[in-house]
Antibody, heavy 126, light 108 residues
């Protein structure tokens, strides 16, 4: 079945960077976009950006524009999120999620998320 | 950025009863609205997209309605597994795609 499995929890110092992986299986990786969504404790879900798994095109929320990088490794069917210059407010669960629509059908991401990873807790603390 | 506002924050419902959740967008989003369910310690699950289309495997007791700025998620005959937090999300205008703050459905 379709699965997204994320890397384990991370603890980082303020100012450091973190890289989270999202390993996919059960479908053709390059056919769909991957999004990253985070959720701080007790807060709403917050969309961070998406990557076209076929051509690597990325689009980020302006909030993170200067310190976020999304990449993918098609040979490993894996997507990555890197967030730099971490601060305490970045403490959150980070989720990868597959876009519901096939890239070729919709010409891009639909912005709906049908399969989610289990989440990766990132704690930023001195 | 489109702001999504959900009400109420918490809804207390007895098992077997109906739950009605509301979501309002700060500007028209046509029917480009999705609903997600999130249980404690779990990732969200897609329930509804296109305001009223159930995602694969979602039971018929979940239904969505609305267009423009006002939307409703109805859960008829609540089951024990339905007690969770529900989020609406607009995907009409991006970036960013945005979520509501959630409605917690709890056992009365």
């Amino acid at each position: 079945q379709v699965q997204l499995v994320q890397s384990g929890a991370e603890v980082k110092r303020p100012g450091a960077s973190v890289k989270v992986s999202c390993s996919t299986s059960g479908y053709s990786f390059s056919y769909y976009a991957i999004h990253w969504v985070r959720q701080a404790p007790g807060q709403r879900l917050e969309w961070m950006g998406w990557i076209n798994a076929d051509n690597g095109f990325t689009e980020y929320s302006q909030k993170f524009q200067d310190r976020i990088t999304m990449t993918r490794d098609t040979s490993a069917s894996t997507a990555y999120l890197e967030l730099s210059s971490l601060r305490s407010e970045d403490t959150a669960f980070y989720y990868c999620a597959r876009d519901r629509g096939r890239l070729i059908t919709f010409g891009g991401a639909t912005g709906t998320f049908d399969i989610w990873g289990q989440g990766t807790m990132v704690t930023v603390s001195s | 950025e489109i702001v999504m506002t959900q009400s109420p924050a918490t809804l207390s419902v007895s098992p077997g009863e109906r739950a009605t959740l509301s979501c309002r967008a700060s500007q028209s989003i046509s029917s480009n609205l999705a609903w997600y369910q999130q249980k404690p310690g779990q990732a969200p699950r897609l329930l509804i997209y296109g305001a009223s289309t159930r995602a694969t495997g979602i039971p018929a007791r979940f239904s969505g309605s609305g267009s423009g700025t006002d939307f409703t998620l109805t859960i008829t005959s609540l089951q024990s597994e339905d007690f969770a937090v529900y989020y609406c999300q607009q995907y009409n205008k991006w970036p960013p795609w945005t979520f509501g703050q959630g409605t917690k459905v709890e056992i009365k």
